[in-house]
C-alpha cells in the first residue's frame, strides 16, 4: 500500500514540475517578446514568416479537404436529424466552437509539433543550440519566439479556414441532395452564430497554438546526447500536446458557455 | 613584465568528470593576448574537455574563468552569450545550423547584429572560401555538404567572426590532411597576430608550427 501511496506521489511530483517547467518555459519566451532588443529583428520576422508558411499555408491542401469532408457530413446529418430548421445553430454549435479548434489543433500537431520537435532534438544532439550561442545569438529568441508566434498566428489563421471551408464548403458540396436554400441557410448561421463564440474560438486558437509551440519545443529540448531519444521525445510531444489540447478546449467551453 | 589584463584566466577551476574526461581540479590558467599555446593533457576526452570549458559550453564545479578581466556568471547562460561571441571554438562537436545556407551559416551572426539580411560576404571570408574551394557549395544547405567541406565551413565562420580566442580542438581528427597542411601554412595569414589562440592536438607538426607556448594540465588523479 505504502509503495503504491509513493509511486501515486512521485508521479504527481513530476508531472507538477512537468507542468511547472512548461509554465516557465512559456513566460521566459513572452518575456524575450515582451523586451525586444533592436539587434536581429529582421531575422527574427524572417523565421516568423518562415514558420507561419511552413505550419498554415504548407498545411492548406491538407485541412481544406478535411474541413470539407467533416463540413459536408455535418450538414447531411444535420439536415435530416432537425429538419433543418436548428440546421445553422447545430453547425455553429459543433464547427465554430469545438470541432474548428480541436481538428485545426490536430493537425498543427501532426505537421508542426512533431516537426519541431525533431528539429530541436536534433538542434540539440548536434550541438546547434551552441552553434547559436557561440555567434553570440539567445537560442530562446531565435528558436523559440519566432515558433511560437509562428505557430500561434499559423493556428488562428487555420481556425478561421477550417470554420470557413467547413460551413460554406460543406454547404457547397452538399447543395445538391439536402435542398436547404443558401438564404436560409446563411440566416440562420448568422442568428446562431454570437460574438462570444468568435472570441472563445480564437481564445481557443490561441491557447492551443501556445500549449502546442511550448511542449514540442520544451520535449525537443529534452533531448540529451542520444539520437534515438528524439523519436520517443516526438511521441510524448504529440500526445501531450493533444492532450493538454483537450482539457483547454473543456475548460474554456464550460468558462464561456456554462 | 606584461601588464596587460589577460585574454583568459582560469583560478582554481575545477571541473566534474564527463563522458571519458576524468575532470579536472583546481586548474590555474592564464593566456596572453596574442600567444598560441599547446595544450596537453594525459588523455584526450580531457583535453577536449578542457577546450569546451575554455569555450564556455562546461560549467565549473567551482572556480574563477575571468574573460578579459571579467569573471564570468556561469549561473545565467545569457550573461555568456557576448563572451561566447568572442571566442572561436573549432572542434569536432562545432556545427552548423542544418537547415540553414552554408551562406547563411557564415552570415548568421551578421544577420543578427547589423540587424538586415540584405548582406553578402565580406572580402576575408570570400577569400578563404575561395582558398578552401567551397565558394560553389555556400548556397547548399550546411546538411547537404560532405563532413570535410563541413568542417572548413566551420574554421571560415569561427575565424572570420572577429574573435579574441580562438580554440583549435583536434584539426587533425576532422579537416583533410590537404586542407588542415594549407590552414597551418597560410595560419599567420588568416589570423591577426594579437588574437589569442589555443590549439590542442596530438599533431606534433601542427603544434610546432604553430604554438609559441606548451601548457600541460594534469586531470584529476
Redesign the interface.
Known amino acids: 500500500m505504502i509503495h503504491i501511496i509513493g509511486k501515486t506521489g512521485r508521479r504527481s511530483i513530476r508531472s507538477i514540475q512537468h507542468l511547472l517547467e512548461l509554465f516557465a518555459l512559456t513566460y521566459r519566451i513572452m518575456r524575450c517578446g515582451f523586451h525586444r532588443p533592436p539587434e536581429g529583428r529582421v531575422l527574427v520576422r524572417r523565421i516568423v514568416a518562415e514558420q507561419i508558411y511552413f505550419t498554415a499555408i504548407q498545411a492548406l491542401p491538407l485541412i481544406i479537404p478535411i474541413a470539407l469532408v467533416i463540413g459536408s457530413a455535418q450538414i447531411i446529418q444535420f439536415a435530416e436529424l432537425s429538419a433543418q430548421y436548428d440546421l445553422g445553430k447545430t453547425v455553429v454549435l459543433l464547427t465554430v466552437r469545438e470541432l474548428g479548434p480541436v481538428v485545426t489543433a490536430m493537425i498543427v500537431i501532426l505537421r508542426s509539433a512533431t516537426a519541431v520537435t525533431i528539429e530541436m532534438g536534433y538542434m540539440k544532439v548536434f550541438h546547434e543550440m551552441e552553434a547559436f550561442q557561440m555567434a553570440g545569438l539567445d537560442p530562446i529568441r531565435m528558436i523559440c519566439l519566432p515558433r511560437l508566434f509562428g505557430i500561434t498566428t499559423a493556428m488562428i489563421s487555420l481556425f478561421i479556414v477550417f470554420d470557413l471551408v467547413s460551413i460554406f464548403g460543406g454547404y457547397a458540396l452538399v447543395w445538391g441532395v439536402t435542398y436547404i436554400p443558401l438564404g436560409n441557410f446563411i440566416v440562420q448561421i448568422g442568428k446562431a452564430i454570437s460574438g462570444s463564440d468568435i472570441i472563445v474560438g480564437l481564445l481557443k486558437a490561441i491557447f492551443f497554438g501556445a500549449t502546442i509551440t511550448v511542449t514540442s519545443l520544451y520535449r525537443g529540448f529534452d533531448v540529451q546526447k542520444q539520437i534515438t531519444e528524439i523519436p520517443m521525445a516526438t511521441s510524448r510531444a504529440a500526445v501531450e500536446s493533444f492532450l493538454y489540447c483537450l482539457l483547454i478546449n473543456i475548460f474554456l467551453s464550460i468558462i464561456f458557455y456554462l | 613584465m606584461n601588464t596587460e589584463t589577460p585574454v583568459v584566466e582560469l583560478e582554481d577551476y575545477y571541473l566534474a568528470p564527463q563522458d571519458e574526461s576524468r575532470g579536472f581540479a583546481g586548474v590555474n590558467f592564464c593566456l596572453q593576448r596574442g600567444e598560441v599555446v599547446a595544450l596537453r593533457t594525459e588523455r584526450p576526452a580531457d583535453g577536449r574537455m578542457l577546450m569546451r570549458a575554455l569555450?564556455t559550453?562546461v560549467s565549473p564545479l567551482a572556480g574563477v574563468y575571468r574573460f578579459m578581466g571579467t569573471p564570468l556568471d556561469f549561473s545565467d547562460?545569457?550573461s555568456?552569450?557576448?563572451i561566447?561571441?568572442k571566442?572561436g571554438?573549432i572542434g569536432s562537436?562545432?556545427?552548423?545550423?542544418?537547415?540553414r545556407s552554408v551562406r547563411e551559416?557564415l552570415l548568421?551572426?551578421r544577420?543578427?547584429?547589423e540587424?538586415?539580411?540584405g548582406i553578402d560576404l565580406h572580402e576575408k571570408a570570400r577569400s578563404l572560401c575561395r582558398q578552401f574551394d567551397i565558394l560553389n557549395k555556400l548556397d547548399m544547405r550546411a546538411a547537404q555538404v560532405n563532413s570535410r567541406d563541413y568542417m572548413i565551413a566551420i574554421c571560415i565562420r569561427?575565424l572570420t567572426?572577429s574573435p579574441e580566442m580562438v580554440l583549435f580542438s583536434q584539426p587533425e581528427d576532422f579537416i583533410g590532411h590537404a586542407h588542415l597542411e594549407m590552414l597551418v601554412e597560410r595560419w599567420s595569414s588568416i589570423v591577426d597576430n594579437n588574437i589569442t589562440v589555443v590549439v590542442f592536438s596530438y599533431d606534433d607538426n601542427i603544434i610546432d608550427a604553430l604554438a609559441n607556448r606548451t601548457v600541460t594540465l594534469e586531470t584529476t588523479s
Not at chain 2, 562537436?93 to 537547415?99: E, G, K, L, P, T
Open positions: 569555450a559550453w547562460y545569457r555568456l552569450l557576448p561566447k561571441a571566442i571554438y562537436d562545432a556545427s552548423m545550423i542544418s537547415n551559416n548568421l551572426q544577420f543578427y547584429w540587424n538586415r539580411l569561427e567572426k
